[in-house]
């Protein structure tokens, strides 16, 4: 596995190998790694001829109050898993490869970034969607993998690919999960002891509502009161949103109906969790 740091090195390298016909995968990532990561990487390593990862804490998606400077780092093991997994390039730029002090241009999807999780992270998707379109265009990817776990950013990644006419095949990979079922994330590593014991309630609410819907449940105003029943018992969960919404457009139904996306946020202590579900009526 080659670790780059610079565009200049990583873009003579990947020529190279699309010259000799080769497809690239590209999986962006903010390092610490766990499972979720390694199964995305995973996918990559079984369908493309060479794997990239990036490893970068992109500044501009995190608002001045957030876990910017605390958000977990550990480059060396990041580096080992990669490796483990068969990863061919570990992409990890600084800050001023990629943005450089004069920078002022920024890729925006609108309306859909208001909804979920934008409207307590007004700014945050702006910077997603600034730094997707920034990698694919220094790694020009065959395809690009992302995981269902941030299934608003999938929605936005989508329509972005699809608005600015990107060439390149967007993969879905499943969320992995701890055995008892809490959503993997790097931001778990910060949680207490009763904080990850209490934080079980959201993957929970989930599971209660599928098993809701399962039993012939479809009006979502009641599946939400269920699910925040469920999540208001934990003192130390802070509800921040239930969505229930089309798994496309991301617009709130009152009825479930065909393909839809229960999603919701919360504070576990000082850490937000994100978690979700796709139910196929
Ligand atoms: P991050 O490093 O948190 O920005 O995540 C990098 C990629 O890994 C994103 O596409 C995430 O959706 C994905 N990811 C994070 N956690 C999980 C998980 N538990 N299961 C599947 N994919 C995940």
Redesign the pocket.
Known sequence: MKVISTIKELRAELSKERQEGKTIGL???????????L??MRRAREECAVVVVSLYVNPTQFAPSEDFESYPRDFERDKRLAENVGVDYLFCPSNAEMYLPNHLTYVEVEKITNKLCGASRPHHFKGVTTVVAKLFNIVKPDKA??????AQ??VVIRKMVEDLNFDLEIVV?????EEDGL?????NTYLSAVEREEALVLSKSLQHAKELIDSGERIAQKIKEEMQKLIKSKPHVNLEYISICDHKTLEELSRIEGETLIALAAKAGKVRLIDNIVIRD
């Open positions: 999986i962006p990532t903010m390092g610490y790694f766990h499972q979720g990561h199964e995305l993998y992302f995981g269902q776990k941030d950013q999938v990979v499943p969320t992995a999960r959503a993997m994330s790097s931001r």
